[in-house]
C-alpha cells in the first residue's frame, strides 16, 4: 500500500512539474524530420534542430533551421534508385508564394525540366541561387550516406545569373530560402505532400 501512494504521488508530480501544455508545444514546434519528406540537416556530424513557424500545425507550412556560417548536408530518405531531389533557393521568402499546390510540374514551373540545375557529377558541394530555377540532385549526385539515406553536401553559394557571384558559406549574412520538391508518386503535378519549406537561418 505504502510503495502504491509513493507511484502515484510520484505520478503526480511529474504531471505537475511536466504540464500536457510543455509537452504539446514541443510536439507543435520542434521537429527531427521535416514532416512530409523526411528531410534532415547536419553541421560538424551533428543534427541542426528544426522548428516551426507554425505552431498550430496546419500545413506544417514553413520550418525554420538555424545554422551557422559553415558548411552543412541535407539528409534525404531513400525511396528508390531513381530519387530526384530538386531545390530551390532565393535570397527572398517571396520563393514560398511563386511555388503553387497542384499545379503541372513542367507547366511554368520553376521545377520543371527545363528549369534544371544538374551540375556535373563530381561538382562542388555548392548550392545555385535563383528563383527561376532549380537545383537538380539525382544518381551520383546524390551522396548515399547509409542504406536508408543520401546526403547532399553544401560550402558554397553561387549566383547563376552572376557568374562572378559566388562565395563560402561562411561569409553568408543573413537567411536563405529553401523550396524542397520530391515528385515521389510521379503524376507530374507539385502536390503538397512533395513539397517543403524552409528557412534556413544563419
Known sequence: MLKKTALLLGLSFILMTHPASAADKFQAEEYFHSPWLGLSFFQDGQKV??????????????????????????????????????????????????????????????????????????SPPELFITNSKHNLYSNWRLTRYSRFYTRIPVSMFSYPQDKGKRYHISKQDGPMYMVVFMNLDMDGLVEREELEFFILDF
Open 49 to 122: 534542430d528544426m522548428v516551426s513557424v507554425d505552431p498550430q500545425r496546419k500545413e506544417y507550412d514553413r520550418i525554420r533551421v538555424k545554422l551557422d556560417a559553415k558548411p552543412f548536408e541535407i539528409q534525404v530518405p531513400i525511396r528508390s534508385n531513381n530519387d530526384r531531389v530538386r531545390i530551390c533557393v532565393w535570397n527572398s521568402d517571396e520563393i514560398f508564394n511563386e511555388i503553387a499546390i497542384k499545379t503541372p510540374v513542367d507547366g511554368g514551373s520553376v521545377f520543371g525540366h527545363g528549369q534544371a540545375l544538374p551540375g556535373p557529377v563530381f
